[in-house]
């Protein structure tokens, strides 16, 4: 059974930086690409950022690029998310999601996805 574990979450000023985890028990961590998504209050979720399998490759939403950076840890079953100059906007829960393509890209089609992560609150007041 896999399980999957978020942290990081809370609140912050604007400017401000949090560094989101999700750590990932069982399952094919190592082989599996892995992203965040976010869903804002009276919003559909969107993609925020992925990464392949290996974590050469990634891909970031256009307002995050230059501020989020997501990295994975393979010999620890995580990926993280560092949000750097945070904005109001960024406010929404953040998810932890895997992609069902074994060895496969970055992705950004949440029908693409086969797992989630319970999710985590982000709040960035101006």
């Known amino acids: 059974q896999v399980e999957v574990v978020e942290s990081g979450g809370g609140l912050v000023l604007a400017g401000g930086s949090l560094r989101l985890s999700c750590a990932v028990s069982?399952?094919?961590?190592?082989?599996?690409?892995m992203g965040w998504f976010r869903q804002a209050p009276g919003k559909e979720r969107e993609f925020v950022a992925t990464?392949?399998?290996?974590?050469?490759?990634?891909v970031y939403r256009d307002s995050v690029k230059g501020r989020f950076t997501i990295s994975r840890d393979n010999a620890k079953n995580t990926v993280y998310l560092q949000m750097n100059s945070l904005k109001p906007e960024d406010t929404a829960v953040y998810y932890c999601s895997r992609s069902l393509e074994l060895y496969g890209p970055p992705w950004i089609d949440s029908r693409s996805i086969d797992l989630w992560g319970q999710g985590t609150q982000v709040t960035v007041s101006s």
């Open positions: 069982g399952g094919t961590f190592s082989a599996s690409p």
């Open positions: 990464m392949d399998w290996s974590g050469n490759r990634t």
